[in-house]
């Protein structure tokens, strides 16, 4: 059987082993492909494993050899679903491998607004405590998270570790979800003293919003001009779910208007992103390259769950199917 991985670096830029997946049959091992390379590269392929290549109809439909598609990620819009299976090629994906990662990062993110620990940092190692006339200084505004309200929008596993910690720093917690009697809840997370609220609620009560859906028709753009209207003022954004959640334009006039404190996003609607993005031009936002995810801890359990998963079809037994 012929594996081919098409995008393995940002799985594994050389600190995991791919070691097991070599034993399931003849794998190649691309560190990036552009779209341009996909079909010589996954020529005579039955399996193929993307992080962020696309696999297109086209390009579905072009592998007749093509049996199964392995997405290294949660995240599968990479890859034509409905081509897939009008192909009889399935396609997988890896669910919760970050929750731990993730909910960690945002409260880093979170934490870094609050207090501006890098900023001071920098600013202690260019001279200015030296220089100083008192025995400390501070920059920025410092901000106590004890009885700020954060509004959670999406509960699913990173949404609920998130409201975890967030509780344990003395946080009222609200939460919006489209369903949340679907949901299976952590028995970890003390709903009791989660309320469920409804989104215009939310926007109007939450010191801090935190985004964790995915990025839908229905979601896309969700955080704009009129959505932060309704908002505080001097409300912190945070985003680690997708960036099309948010329309950058409207965010960035917000930050400069002061309506919104702080914006910190680890993803932007493109990726990489144009120079000219706004909220990479504005001293009122953190910014990082998507990066929330990518824990060596997190990444060893999504190559677990690969292993498993093309284990489990080659077995006959399919699972995290997604089309």
Same mark, same amino acid.
């Given at each position: 059987?012929?594996?081919?991985?098409?995008?393995?670096?940002?799985?594994?830029?050389?600190?995991?082993?791919?070691?097991?997946?070599?034993?399931?049959? =003849? &794998?190649?091992? $691309?560190? /990036?492909?552009? +779209?341009?390379?996909? !079909?010589?590269? #996954?020529?005579?392929? *039955?399996?193929?494993?993307?992080?962020?290549?696309?696999?297109?109809?086209?390009?579905?439909?072009?592998?007749?050899?093509?049996?199964?598609?392995?997405?290294?990620?949660?995240?599968?819009?990479?890859?034509?679903?409905?081509?897939?299976?009008?192909?009889?090629?399935?396609?997988?994906?890896?669910?919760?491998?970050?929750?731990?990662?993730?909910?960690?990062?945002?409260?880093?993110?979170?934490?870094?607004?609050?207090?501006?620990?890098?900023?001071?940092?920098?600013?202690?190692?260019?001279?200015?405590?030296?220089?100083?006339?008192?025995?400390?200084?501070?920059?920025?505004?410092?901000?106590?998270?004890?009885?700020?309200?954060?509004?959670?929008?999406?509960?699913?596993?990173?949404?609920?570790?998130?409201?975890?910690?967030?509780?344990?720093?003395?946080? =009222? &917690?609200?939460? $919006?979800? /489209?369903?949340? +009697?679907?949901?299976? !809840?952590?028995? #970890?997370?003390?709903? *009791?003293?989660?309320?469920?609220?409804?989104?215009?609620?939310?926007?109007?009560?939450?010191?801090?919003?935190?985004?964790?859906?995915?990025?839908?028709?229905?979601?896309?753009?969700?955080?704009?001009?009129?959505?932060?209207?309704?908002?505080?003022?001097?409300?912190?954004?945070i985003n680690t779910a997708r960036g099309g959640l948010i329309v950058e334009?409207?965010?960035?006039?917000?930050?400069?208007?002061?309506?919104?404190?702080?914006?910190?996003?680890?993803?932007?609607?493109?990726?990489?992103?144009?120079?000219?993005?706004?909220?990479?031009?504005?001293?009122?936002?953190?910014?990082?390259?998507?990066?929330?995810?990518?824990?060596?801890?997190?990444?060893?359990?999504?190559?677990?769950?690969?292993?498993?998963?093309?284990?489990?079809?080659?077995?006959?037994?399919?699972?995290?199917?997604?089309?």
């Amino acid at each position: 059987m012929k594996i081919v991985v098409l995008d393995g670096c940002a799985l594994n830029p050389g600190d995991l082993s791919w070691e097991e997946i070599k034993g399931l049959g =003849e &794998v190649e091992i $691309y560190e /990036r492909t552009q +779209e341009s390379e996909i !079909l010589e590269r #996954a020529k005579g392929a *039955e399996v193929l494993l993307t992080n962020k290549t696309p696999l297109r109809r086209e390009t579905i439909e072009a592998l007749p050899e093509l049996e199964y598609i392995g997405v290294l990620a949660t995240g599968y819009n990479v890859v034509d679903t409905k081509a897939a299976a009008e192909n009889e090629v399935v396609v997988t994906n890896v669910p919760t491998y970050g929750t731990n990662a993730v909910a960690q990062f945002v409260m880093a993110l979170l934490l870094e607004a609050c207090h501006h620990v890098g900023e001071h940092n920098r600013a202690v190692k260019s001279g200015a405590w030296t220089k100083a006339d008192d025995f400390c200084f501070w920059n920025y505004p410092l901000i106590e998270l004890q009885d700020k309200s954060l509004g959670i929008i999406g509960f699913g596993s990173i949404g609920q570790r998130t409201a975890e910690l967030a509780l344990a720093f003395g946080m =009222e &917690v609200i939460v $919006y979800d /489209r369903s949340p +009697e679907k949901k299976k !809840l952590d028995p #970890a997370v003390n709903t *009791e003293k989660i309320e469920f609220v409804d989104l215009m609620d939310l926007y109007r009560r939450s010191d801090v919003i935190s985004l964790h859906c995915p990025q839908t028709a229905e979601t896309e753009g969700m955080i704009n001009r009129q959505s932060i209207a309704q908002m505080q003022e001097g409300v912190i954004i945070i985003n680690t779910a997708r960036g099309g959640l948010i329309v950058e334009a409207d965010l960035a006039a917000a930050l400069e208007a002061g309506k919104v404190k702080t914006a910190a996003v680890d993803v932007l609607s493109a990726e990489p992103p144009a120079s000219s993005n706004p909220l990479l031009n504005s001293d009122k936002t953190i910014v990082t390259p998507h990066i929330a995810w990518a824990s060596r801890e997190a990444r060893q359990r999504l190559m677990d769950t690969v292993l498993k998963n093309l284990k489990g079809y080659l077995e006959g037994t399919v699972i995290n199917q997604v089309n």
